[in-house]
Nanobody, 125 residues
């Protein structure tokens, strides 16, 4: 199982980035997918999650209204569109897959079985 995140980079405050996470080696449409992030010196935190069909989406309060999670079950890819970025969004962003086939996406790291390598997002002020 591989999850390959990409799309990170350096952006000014107020700008946008779109992260992608391509999956292989798993039945993608059966997996709940999540995005987490870890800032320097801080613990990993939940950002967003999407159900298997894409009909249920959850967001951390800190990103609600600015970030949008989506998935393409044909291309085995999950996306995180990030708008109105703030310096406090600076972190390594990780995609994760949950094989439990739960209906409602989990919001904790322990709900996820597979993790990508992370992609760095840096937002300058």
């Amino acid at each position: 199982v591989q999850l390959q995140a990409s799309g990170g980079g350096l952006v000014q405050a107020g700008g946008s980035l779109r992260l992608s996470c391509a999956a292989s080696g798993l039945p993608f449409s059966r997996y709940v997918l999540g995005w987490f992030r870890q800032a320097p010196g801080k613990e990993r935190e939940f950002v967003a999650a999407i159900s298997r069909s894409g009909s249920i989406k959850y967001y951390a309060d800190s990103v609600k209204g600015r970030f949008t999670v989506s998935r393409d079950n044909v291309k085995n890819t999950v996306f995180l569109q990030m708008n109105s970025l703030k310096p406090e969004d600076t972190a390594v962003y990780y995609c994760a897959g949950d094989r439990s086939q739960r209906v409602v996406p989990g919001l904790m790291s322990k709900n996820y079985d597979y993790w990508g390598q992370g992609t760095l997002v840096t937002v300058s002020s």
